[in-house]
């Protein structure tokens, strides 16, 4: 079942969908909240695709719009990290007063920028009780140094934040930015972005992914369970920001890197990345 509804963060109201597993309306589920990626939504399939799977296993599962995405309140393209920390806390304060969650056994999964988040939000919230990251990063200038890899492309790169912050000095209005020329995808990769995927962002939002270091509260998350999966080689985000965070992590804490898939791994619904999601599930957050 399918429960369309809104909650509020800070003074917006943001749309969600919580996933209720056939056959258990009588025991209160453990919950995991599924969050989108980079200026994406709740429909994209790194999102949709996980909430499925989650239900097939007999979880109930969240999925929900960040401010500024989809069909929730704020300004369009406006995606901050700490605002999107604040969405996902507000989540977790809904989840806790629906009467089929049981809200000691709420966790939080993401994808690439929403697994960065679900990491930050982990390590500062004892009220997640694990954290699954996919493609997630944990230090922002790093992993745009790996993504703007070439000597031009930095330079390009860092000379736009410049501009930026001086095109708001003087003008008071923010410099629009190409979604590619802050976190570039390769075009075989770009079909698995959701429709209405958010294509220009205001430069504030390429300055707060940089200054953004969920890194340094990882450790934090311990000891409740961490999962980080990646890609070998991923094309988007640099597959050493998961190393970086499994070795800053507390235990438990896991890491798994595939070779036969590419960033949006939930996306391309990968068996084996299913597999070792049920698995870990079974071990550190069972049914």
């Known amino acids: ?31 995991i909240m599924v969050l989108h990626g980079f200026g994406s939504n709740k429909e994209s399939g790194n999102v949709k695709g996980p909430c499925k799977m989650l239900n097939d296993w007999g979880y109930a599962a969240f999925r929900f719009d960040m401010r500024g995405c989809g069909t929730s309140e704020g300004d369009f393209g406006r995606v901050i990290c700490q605002e ?9 304060d809904y989840l806790q007063t629906r009467s089929e969650i049981d809200p000691c056994r709420v966790g939080v999964l993401g994808s690439s920028f929403g697994a960065a988040v679900a990491i930050y939000t982990g390590g500062i919230d004892k009220r997640f009780a694990c954290v699954i990251s996919s493609g997630g990063w944990g230090h922002g200038e790093r992993k ?30 923010s410099m629009m930015v190409d979604r590619y020329d802050i976190v570039p995808v390769p075009k075989h990769l770009r079909n698995n972005l959701s429709k209405h995927s958010i294509t220009s962002f205001p430069a504030e939002v390429a300055q707060s ?14 000891p409740r369970p961490l999962l980080l999966l990646h890609s070998s080689n991923d094309s988007v985000t640099p597959t050493e920001q998961s190393i970086s965070l499994f070795q800053k992590a507390g235990m438990p804490c896991d890491l798994h890197l595939f070779a036969e898939t590419d960033h949006f ?14 698995t870990w599930l ?6």
């Open 265 to 278: 791994m939930f996306a391309e619904d990968n068996i084996r990345v299913r597999e070792i999601v049920k």
């Open 282 to 287: 079974n071990k550190f957050f069972p049914v």
């Open 1 to 31: 079942m399918e429960d369309e509804t809104t909650f509020k963060s800070s003074n917006f109201s943001l749309s969600g969908v919580l996933h209720l597993p056939k056959g258990q309306a009588s025991k209160k589920l453990p919950c």
């Open 84 to 92: 999107q920390v604040d969405d996902t806390r507000a989540a977790m």
């Open 209 to 222: 992914m940089y200054n953004f270091t969920a890194e340094d509260v990882v450790a934090d998350i311990s």
């Open 144 to 173: 745009f140094r790996g993504q703007h890899p070439s000597k031009k492309a930095w330079l390009s790169f860092t000379s736009m934040l410049e501009e930026s912050r001086r095109h708001r000095e003087n003008t008071g209005v």
